[in-house]
């Protein structure tokens, strides 16, 4: 009703562990970024991953800074192709909020995504 849900597999956008885009990725996100500007109302971008622990030494203290780190990279493209920069938010989940089991890879995979939340946007009027 009040919002729409678009789920990208972060194997699209991004490799194991990583938060900048692949060229595939650059190319997924064109795609996506077109589409989002011709919606209204704010989008929450959310970065999620799976249980896997950040390698020591990483580039990423642990899944949270990863999960936003993405987010914010994603955040990137729509803002390029000319979306206001007050419409998009980031958020990163790290590996607390699991569509499925982190019991084996195929479910590990599918909690590693970046949703895009694409919220109604409400006018005063209608907060009472």
Known sequence: GDR??????????????????????????RRVSSALNETKGRIRVEGHTCDLAVGPGGEFRNTWWLSTARALTVLESPERQGMPP????AAGYGE???I?????????R??????????????PADAL
């Open 4 to 29: 729409l849900v678009l789920t990208v597999d972060s194997a699209l956008l991004f490799g194991l562990g990583r938060a900048n885009l692949t060229p595939e990725g650059r190319d997924v996100m």
């Open 86 to 89: 007050e419409r998009p938010l």
């Open 96 to 98: 607390y909020d699991p």
């Open 100 to 108: 499925a089991p982190n019991d084996s890879e195929p479910n590990r």
């Open 110 to 123: 599918r909690n590693r995504r970046v949703e895009f939340v694409i919220e109604k946007t409400r006018r």
